[in-house]
């Protein structure tokens, strides 16, 4: 059974950074690509950064592209996003997920201004 658990999340103020991180079990994560994705309150899903499986490519969305770092310690099954000058419309739930949109439970992050 595929298990995704975020951590790392919090109240910050903008400018501020914060480190996610993803403990994943139950399958290969080496051998899977994962994203990291978010949902603002009252808003849909939206990725925000895409790292395959060997994490040779990465792909962010266009609004923390610069900011945040996506990246994966493959031995010890953990996807992490590193998120720098955090800005307000950053706030949201976080999940990291499988390529086929399995996500954990989630984790808050607030910037105030």
């Known amino acids: 059974e595929v298990r995704l658990v975020e951590s790392g999340g919090g109240l910050v103020q903008s400018g501020e950074s914060l480190k996610l991180t993803c403990t994943a079990s139950?399958?290969?994560?080496?051998?899977?690509?994962m994203k990291w994705v978010r949902q603002a309150p009252g808003k849909g899903l939206e990725w925000v950064a895409k790292?395959?499986?060997?994490?040779?490519?990465?792909n962010y969305h266009a609004s923390v592209e610069g900011r945040f770092v996506a990246s994966r310690d493959n031995d010890k099954n953990i996807l992490y996003l590193t998120m720098n000058d955090l800005k307000v419309e950053d706030s949201g739930v976080y999940y990291c997920a499988t390529a086929d949109d399995i996500r954990g439970p989630g984790t808050q992050v607030t910037v105030s201004s």
């Open positions: 790292i395959s499986s060997s994490a040779l490519v990465i």
């Open positions: 139950g399958f290969t994560f080496s051998k899977r690509a």
